[in-house]
């Protein structure tokens, strides 16, 4: 009797995993395939789609720090109006972008060294500016870095690529090799064998990626040399873990497991973009260097 039940319960625990892997996968293709079509169509399709993404994942975070903020929603239509799609000044962009590189690496110290990110009224306004509405800023004006202002969807997939990818690596060497804890107090399952595994597995995209570019978009690929996509997957392998340990910590402040329910078997949309809201600002800044240096 005892052992029919062990395996009645090994059984079911084997179908129920089973079905969270066929939902995470169906839910996980949908939510690439709608980014990558709406990219890829047009700039206005790319910035609709964004905007929608950053009202839901601000929506999401303003939930986690307990604030109920309609002038949130104002600023990030403002921002992404004058900041991202009709830019009317490149200094108001560059002052942008110190500001929130600030409050990110103020944010790594919270996570580093306080048991607890302080976060009293004034603070959640900042960290709502400078990290959640900045963050989506950045990654709509990735695309348009050209000098001549052209909409460059490859750029943007080519980021998200990378960070998908070093997500991927990560998790499998991790769960598969991990031994040593990466930051065990904010992410138990986070280690530093599943981060050496995600900065190989976003290099090797940062190759293929420069050699897929070159051979099909020669043009755009001249713009950046294979060491610029290399560089760039160090950039988004540090810092997108670094944003993913920042929402780990935000999340287990506000004792959830996920940030929201709209993906079913990932959570909410803030747990999907997380290491790329955080990395973009960085992202933008080192492509920035490129072409003013070059």
């Known amino acids: 009797m005892e052992v029919a039940q062990k395996t009645y319960i ?3 625990w084997k179908i129920y995993n ?25 700039r206005e399709w790319f910035m609709g789609l964004f905007f929608v993404l950053g009202i839901i994942t601000l929506s999401e975070f303003l939930k986690l720090v307990h604030l109920t903020s309609y002038l949130a929603y104002f600023l990030l239509a403002a921002g992404f109006y004058y900041l991202s799609y009709s830019v009317f000044s490149d200094n108001a962009v560059y002052l942008l972008l110190i500001l929130s590189g600030f409050v990110n690496l103020f944010l790594l110290k919270d996570v580093l ?18 990290y959640i509405i900045s963050g ?25 690529i990378l960070v998908w990818c070093n997500d991927t690596f990560a998790f499998l060497i991790g769960k598969n090799f991990g031994k040593h804890k990466l930051l065990e ?13 995600g900065v190989l597995g976003s290099l090797l995209a940062g190759f ?8 099909y978009s020669p043009d755009e690929a001249q713009q950046y040399p294979l060491w610029v996509w290399i560089a760039l997957a160090i950039i988004v392998s540090i810092f997108g873990t670094i944003g993913d340990l920042i929402q780990s910590k935000f999340k287990r402040q506000a004792g959830v497991k996920d940030s929201g329910i709209i ?32």
């Not at 089973?18 to 990558?36: A, C, N």
């Not at 709509?140 to 998200?160: C, N, R, S, W, Y």
């Not at 293929?208 to 051979?215: E, G, S, T, W, Y």
């Open 10 to 12: 090994c059984c079911y």
């Open 18 to 42: 089973m079905k969270e892997i066929l939902i995470r996968t169906l839910s996980g293709v949908l939510y690439i395939s709608i980014i990558v079509f709406a990219m890829f169509t047009s």
């Open 113 to 130: 060294w306080t048991s607890k990110i302080p976060m009293f009224e004034k603070k959640k306004y900042i960290t709502v500016i400078f």
């Open 136 to 160: 989506f800023i950045f990654l709509t004006l990735i695309p348009v870095m050209d000098i001549h202002g052209k909409f460059l969807p490859e750029l943007i997939v080519a980021v998200f």
């Open 185 to 197: 107090r904010i992410s138990p399952k986070k280690t530093i064998e599943g981060f050496i595994g």
């Open 208 to 215: 293929i990626i420069f050699k897929v570019l070159q051979a």
């Open 263 to 294: 993906m079913p078997g990932h959570g909410g949309l803030y747990d999907r973009l997380d290491s790329i809201i955080y990395a973009s600002p960085f992202v933008y800044a080192f492509l920035l260097i490129v072409d003013n240096v070059s």
